[in-house]
């Protein structure tokens, strides 16, 4: 008897023959498109991508509040993907979820990077880092809630932009943060309690400006 995947894969590979793949991928598993990506299928990758892209790069902007940035990096996501397939094996958690823990790390590293970067670059002018400073002040104003959301620890930003921003369930954020549902739930009371606190401090700043 053929299981769900071997069905997928006749109707796939058929498909494939006469030309016309893109429909019956539409309708492919998870576990079928993990399959078919870690023999390097393009058709397989390009699925993957079509679904999970604007989630990916979504994701990220919450993260860093810069669309190009944003942008560079969802590539760099699919890039270090197709890299690490081999090392990918489908065990029921969704591909998104391994996803997100890649866009993840390399938004931890963008940050570190950039990090490292002003660093170097304290032995600039004053009034050039004060300008610089002024420029991301004004941006920042335009979109409060962004603002403070960056203004929480790695994991409540995670957990915020996870449940809040891409709708997944305390369980789904659970898989993708590796973490107990518990501590999932915990992030989530203290990271709203700091969001309103936050937005308190700025709504009641631009009163008394």
């Not at 006749?10 to 494939?16: G, H, K, L, P, T």
């Amino acid at each position: 008897m053929f299981s769900k995947t071997d069905k997928q894969v006749e109707r796939i590979e058929s498909a494939a023959a006469n030309g016309d793949p893109s429909p019956v991928l539409a309708d492919a598993s998870d576990e079928w498109l993990a399959e078919a990506a870690r023999s390097l299928n393009e058709d397989a990758w390009a699925e993957i991508y079509r679904r999970h892209a604007q989630q990916v790069y979504a994701y990220i902007f919450y993260r860093l509040g810069d669309q190009h940035t944003a942008e560079d990096l969802a590539a760099d996501v699919f890039v270090k993907a197709i890299g690490g397939i081999k090392g990918y094996s489908y065990r029921g958690t969704p591909l998104l979820a391994w996803l997100y823990r890649i866009a993840h790390n390399v938004t931890a590293d963008h940050r570190k990077a950039s990090a490292r970067r002003s660093q170097h670059q304290l032995a600039e002018a004053p009034e050039e880092i004060e300008e610089r400073h002024d420029v991301l002040q004004e941006l920042d104003d335009r979109s409060d809630m962004m603002s403070a959301i960056r203004a929480l620890t790695e994991d409540q930003q995670q957990v915020v932009i996870l449940r809040f921003y891409h709708g997944m369930s305390n369980a789904e954020v659970s898989t993708v943060m590796d973490k107990p549902e518990g501590a999932v739930k915990a992030l989530q009371t203290r990271a709203l309690r700091s969001l309103r606190r936050l937005l308190g401090e700025g709504r009641e700043r631009q009163e008394t400006a």
